[in-house]
């Protein structure tokens, strides 16, 4: 077995979304970071990939937001339609991100893998699957992975696992669940293009029941277009994806007209098995981050955001512990703390509706004399 000669300061499973924003804020600290990933860059993954004020928050604090902001329309309008109803909305709030943003993960990745390649500090292995991870009386101190077939393994004084809803290193450390909401519902989603985007541009949610679509104008000139519907219809859509996602879209009557003259581009994909819990993200010398610590049902659109934003969170109470200006429970628990705080409304919203969507949309309508 190919033993790594050097040491790091922290091994980070994961390089999307929260592990490159941990990467790169760690390493521009000084502190020597490897990120494994068994992806190899530029890759897609599954997601619908809108995001608003705080990942474009995390995003500038990396130095990439002027990058992403110029790669898709600002989406300064939500435009609503509610078994029917239609009434939109300016996005004007935050002050200093008043938009949301729709971005391919393809390409979003891609800007923050290249940020990370450019980090001083930070060593990127690609293709590298973690398998195994390694302890030093009783505490977590580094990782065995495989790249080409070749065992590798290295260790840090820190191992986090920011590798997703199916996180390798939740499982293997055996992370303890805090809340957690069942599967209530499946998402599908496509890009189309030639689909004229609605005045705003507009981040689009069409509801009709217990069904939702988005429409959402994002990179390269496409729109992506996705149906979240109850669980009880995986089955329909995993046996025909395509057949399915056009009919849920034709039941949208606000939506449905326009997509006459629109060509899909590509498969239509998704997934019907992403819960929503919160875990305890921390033991003794790992850390869990983004969907390894916290999923939510995407019905929402709120993963991205979260994600980024603990990552922020976990950069600076790990940079605390390595400095020496916390000892290693106060820094977690300070970082439990933080996302806990940072997400308990959108954690509440998220798994209280994902069973069903209408009690908040009928309060939407109700709200606005609409009802
Ligand atoms: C259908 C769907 C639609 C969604 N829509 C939205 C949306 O519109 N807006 C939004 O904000 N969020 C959405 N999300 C959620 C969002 O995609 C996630 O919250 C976000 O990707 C989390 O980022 P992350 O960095 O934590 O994990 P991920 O993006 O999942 O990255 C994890 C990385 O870990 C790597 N990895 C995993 N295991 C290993 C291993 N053993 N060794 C090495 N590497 C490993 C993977 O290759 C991957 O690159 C959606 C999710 C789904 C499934």
Redesign the pocket.
């Given at each position: 077995m190919a033993r790594e000669r050097s040491e790091y300061d922290v091994i980070v499973?994961?390089?999307?979304?929260?592990?490159s924003i941990l990467a790169c804020l760690l390493g521009d600290r000084g502190h020597r970071v490897l990120v494994?990933?068994?992806?190899t860059f530029p890759s897609d993954?599954?997601?619908?990939?809108?995001?608003r004020a705080p990942?474009l928050r995390a995003f500038d604090q990396i130095g990439v937001y002027n990058e992403v902001q110029s790669v898709a329309p600002h989406l300064t309008v939500n435009y609503n339609v509610i078994d029917g109803i239609a009434f939109q909305e300016p996005v004007d709030r935050p002050e200093d991100f008043p938009f949301y943003m729709c971005v391919r993960?393809i390409t979003l990745d891609d800007i923050l893998v290249r940020r990370v390649k450019s980090t001083p500090n930070v060593e990127l292995r690609e293709g590298?699957?973690?398998?195994s991870l390694l302890s030093d009386h009783g505490r977590i101190s580094g990782v065995a992975?495989k790249v080409s077939g070749q065992e590798q393994q290295a260790h840090a004084k820190v191992v986090v696992g920011?590798?997703?809803?199916?996180?390798?290193v939740a499982k293997q450390v055996g992370a303890k669940t805090e809340q957690n909401e069942p599967v209530h519902r499946a998402?599908y989603?496509a890009y189309f293009r030639g689909l004229e985007a609605n005045e705003g541009p507009a981040a689009e949610f069409h509801y009709r029941e217990n069904n939702l679509a988005?429409c959402m104008p994002c990179d390269d000139d496409l729109t992506m277009l996705?149906v979240s519907v109850p669980v009880d219809r995986f089955g329909e859509f995993k046996r025909d994806p395509e057949r399915s996602l056009l009919n849920e879209l034709d039941t949208m009557t606000a939506l449905a007209p326009r997509l006459v003259d629109s060509k899909r581009e590509g498969p239509v994909r998704?997934?019907g098995s992403?819960p929503c819990y919160l875990r305890i993200p921390y033991g003794e010398g790992w850390a869990l981050?983004?969907?390894?610590s916290m999923?939510?049902d995407?019905w929402s659109?709120?993963?991205?955001?979260?994600?980024s934003t603990h990552a922020v969170f976990l950069a600076q109470r790990i940079a605390d512990y390595l400095e020496g200006q916390s000892d290693w429970e106060a820094a977690m628990q300070a970082y439990h703390q933080e996302r806990n705080e940072f997400s308990k409304k959108v954690y509440r919203r998220t798994s209280k509706f994902s069973a069903d969507l209408r009690p908040m949309t009928r309060a939407a309508l109700a709200k606005r004399g609409l009802g």
């Open positions: 499973v994961g390089g999307r979304i929260a592990g494994l990933d068994r992806a993954t599954l997601s619908t990939h809108f995001f990942a993960r590298a699957k973690a398998h992975w920011a590798d997703g809803v199916r996180s390798f998402m989603y988005y996705a998704g997934s992403i981050v983004g969907d390894a999923a939510l995407p659109g709120q993963g991205i955001d979260q994600a």
